[in-house]
């Protein structure tokens, strides 16, 4: 391991005396409970030639408990947002310093879709050629469910640059009455959308505005990094909202588990509901209590090590764990050895998947990794320098892009999916072109 990456005294030289460890930690311990998650709770069958997908929520109530805790997805947004809050300077925003100026929308937003969008090209090119292949080697009803879920993992990376371009919104939380008016105008509308759709006025579209809640977790980011609420109110907070949630689940409609299942009547996930709105200011609150002590334990040279590491391949490890979750699970089911709950081998073949794909897993992330962080020809480079309209032009691009990306997840690569990426990749093309390289660059080139 030391000979592929830096080691611990590397990267303690390398980090900043004020650099806030506790979100990397955060946002590195978040992702690889997302890929552990995925990878126990994955169950596989292949009956009379049809593939099934499904996983032990289904058949589990004590599973579905546990998404209280293990649905950990809205720490990535806040994570996020902390991480680049302060990257951003309004336009006329109080504490920013009147010399400076704007941070111009599109060339901002373009900036973070340059590094997250990177590896998302090799991730898509890879599907391309294994769905062509596989089209001519798997059964149909095989086939279509493998190629259903080969880009399910994108949803979050959609609704994340969604919450990254609201960024000139959530820097205008200065105070916490703002903290206060903003999170309670969300809640309010994902309480009133979800009435909406549990009395039958609302169709799926307005559901879809629910998607709103995902900036609740950027707000409370924008809090912490402000320091707008203290430990013991952040945990105050956390308590209240895991009581709201309890009460709203006693009362209903909402259902248990906040990972979505084919059986909820009323999904917490896909579109977000209520319960998942108030399951992420109860998450967020109690990461923002906990984070000093996070702070001091990333102290550790090793634990910073794996976090730093962790984080200059986080997209890495988030979109390849599934290709080769899937892989396993193939091979086996056609084995004859399905995991699936009420087959005798259920305990032992889980924990013998569990080991090989955290073995393949990392290896994938050790061969991949240097991607992620390498320019890509014809990608990187783009810059937008000033506010304007080819800024403004540049960020609706990349919003469209993300909103494509969203919507492609559910039909995966297949039907109105390959549309959907269609559009993706379009925009994110259209917003490359719009933005002309820096200056600096051209400069550099004559």
């Not at 009147?98 to 997250?116: D, E, F, I, V």
Request: hydrophobic share 55%; proline share 6%; net charge positive.
């Amino acid at each position: 391991m030391a000979l592929v990456f830096p080691t611990a005294i590397e990267i303690e030289q390398r980090t900043r005396p004020d650099r806030d460890r506790a979100i990397d930690v955060i946002r590195i311990v978040a992702l690889v409970g997302v890929v552990a998650g995925h990878t126990v709770m994955a169950t596989s069958a292949i009956v009379d030639g049809v593939f099934i997908w499904d996983n032990l929520l289904s058949t589990s109530i004590v599973f579905q408990a546990l998404t209280w805790i293990f649905q950990i997805m809205p720490l990535f947004f806040f994570a996020g947002v902390a991480a680049w809050v302060e990257s951003y300077r309004a336009g006329g925003q109080e504490r920013s310093d009147p010399g400076m100026q704007p941070s111009p929308w599109g060339g901002w937003l373009l900036k973070r879709c340059t590094r997250l969008y990177r590896p998302v090209f090799y991730y898509l090119a890879f599907w391309t050629v294994a769905l062509v292949v596989l089209r001519h080697v798997l059964p149909e009803h095989v086939y279509e469910p493998v190629a259903g879920i080969s880009i399910q993992l994108l949803w979050f990376l959609g609704a994340y640059v969604l919450v990254l371009a609201a960024m000139p919104l959530l820097t205008r939380i200065t105070t916490g009455a703002r903290l206060v008016v903003a999170i309670a105008a969300t809640y309010g509308l994902v309480a009133v959308v979800d009435h909406l759709r549990v009395a039958g006025h609302a169709g799926a579209v307005l559901g879809y505005v629910n998607l709103v809640a995902w900036v609740i977790p950027g707000m409370l980011g924008v809090a912490y990094r402000r320091g707008l609420i203290g430990t013991s109110r952040a945990f105050a907070l956390g308590a209240c909202a895991f009581g709201v949630n309890a009460a709203l689940l006693w009362v209903g409609p909402y259902e248990l588990s906040l990972v979505g299942i084919e059986t909820q009547e009323l999904k917490n996930m896909s579109p977000p509901s209520l319960l998942m709105a108030g399951h992420s200011i109860m998450l967020c609150a109690f990461a923002i209590a906990l984070a000093p002590a996070i702070d001091r334990w990333a102290r550790r040279p090793r634990v910073w090590r794996l976090a730093v590491i962790g984080n200059t391949g986080a997209m890495t490890l988030y979109l390849w764990h599934m290709p080769v979750l899937l892989a396993v699970h193939l091979v086996f089911d056609y084995l004859g050895l399905p995991r699936f709950p009420g087959e005798p081998h259920f305990v032992v073949l889980s924990v013998v998947q569990l080991v090989l794909v955290a073995v393949l897993v990392f290896a994938a992330f050790v061969a991949l990794r240097p991607l992620e962080n390498e320019p890509l020809p014809l990608w990187d480079g783009g810059s937008v320098t000033a506010p304007g309209p080819r800024s403004a032009l540049v960020g609706t691009l990349l919003c469209i892009a993300a909103a494509a990306t969203l919507a492609s997840v559910g039909w995966g690569l297949k039907d109105e999916g390959v549309y959907c990426v269609s559009v993706m990749v379009g925009a994110l093309v259209a917003a490359r072109i719009a933005a002309s390289v820096s200056p600096s660059v051209r400069a550099s080139v004559r």
